[in-house]
């Protein structure tokens, strides 16, 4: 099962609000009543007046939102496992998110341009398999190696700054972390896209290397940033309040370095290019993956996934309905049963 807009979850918060709105009004109808007189007396007057029908009609009030909100968040129910057989190769996407990131010398900044390029990486895929990897003054794992794009495309938009505590940029942890990713022993062919401004504050770049060319795992290498750089603002409420500073109170102007990713693409046989057109970017990622050969791997996945939105929705109209027709006074069949003892002996 899956559900298409969890955020609509949120919504069940109304239905405790709806509780205690309901009982506040009992509370208020029978104070109120006890001002008039004697409260016995005041019930002999209306005896028609039902006590059951203004609980069963808020209980059909509160199952019809109930499953509004169940339609809204559309849940969808897979209909069968089944094996796919796919041909592509495993990818690795290595994402730079250190302070330098947020520099705004790339519109609107470099990390946010490093997930525009990403997202249609993506979208231009056929049947490979991926993976998300994270880093700055150390690499965290993101998204294991999946087929789910979707996944993929939402852990990449919930990505930022703060996800690694350690700053700096360490590449050769990136590189180290990303070669991990993939199956030991694996025939597939395998592929780090690695995007960062090109700073590197780590010492151990070219072990690295060496540990990805021997798993024979190529490097596509994408740079993003300017040379003349830019600071890295500090920001409150998405108000740039100042900017970061070193030791010696001096705004820090961070810089594009490519020479590094150079280094890396050449070293692992991949290929680098400078990020700042998307569609270059795309054309070039494109032709790298069609100069790697593909290998036909099985992938067992929920197929035929369904909407059941509708269902719920002609749940909760129907239950709106009868809502509308329930009177609260007593209905005559049922009293004669007198089944909540609400005739006098």
């Excluded at 990818?91 to 341009?113: C, G, H, Q, T, Y």
């Excluded at 087929?147 to 700054?161: C, E, H, I, P, R």
């Excluded at 050449?266 to 290019?273: E, L, S």
Aim: with cysteine; proline share 3%.
């Amino acid at each position: 099962m899956q559900f298409e807009d969890t955020i609509y979850f949120y919504l069940f918060a109304v239905i405790p609000i709806v509780v205690v709105l309901f009982l506040w009004n009992l509370y208020w109808k029978n104070k109120k009543q006890k001002e008039y007189g004697d409260l016995n007396l005041v019930k002999k007057l209306s005896p028609d007046k039902s006590v059951f029908k203004p609980i069963l009609k808020i209980c059909v009030l509160l199952i019809a939102l109930s499953c509004l909100i169940i339609g809204l968040v559309n849940p969808k129910i897979g209909s069968k496992l089944e094996t796919v057989k796919r041909e592509g190769i495993d990818i690795v996407f290595a994402i730079d998110v250190s302070k330098s990131m947020l520099a705004e010398d790339v519109a609107p900044n470099r990390l946010d341009k490093t997930k525009q390029i990403v997202t249609q990486v993506i979208n231009q895929l056929g049947s490979d398999r991926i993976g998300i990897v994270a880093y700055a003054g150390s690499a965290f794992p993101v998204l294991p190696i999946t087929t789910d794009y979707g996944v993929a495309k939402m852990f990449l938009q919930s990505m930022n700054t703060d996800m690694v505590s350690s700053q700096g940029t360490s590449l050769d942890q990136a590189i180290e972390l990303s070669t991990g990713f993939f199956e030991e022993g694996s025939a597939t062919n395998k592929l780090i896209i690695l995007i960062s401004d090109g700073e590197d504050h780590s010492e151990g770049i070219e072990s690295a290397i060496e540990l990805a060319t021997k798993s024979k795992t190529k490097i596509l290498t994408i740079g993003v940033g300017t040379e003349k750089g830019g600071p890295i603002p500090i920001k409150r409420n998405g108000v740039v309040q100042s900017f970061k500073r070193d030791r010696n109170d001096e705004v820090v102007i961070t810089r594009f370095n490519e020479g590094t990713l150079k280094q890396i693409a050449k070293a692992t046989k991949g290929d680098y290019i400078y990020g700042d057109q998307t569609k270059k970017v795309l054309e070039f990622v494109k032709n790298a993956l069609d100069n790697i050969e593909k290998t036909e791997f099985e992938t067992t996945q929920i197929a035929d996934f369904k909407s059941q939105f509708q269902w719920f929705l002609g749940i909760a109209f129907v239950l709106l309905l009868l809502d509308i027709f329930l009177l609260e006074r007593k209905t005559g069949w049922i009293s004669k049963l007198n089944l909540f003892n609400e005739k006098e002996s």
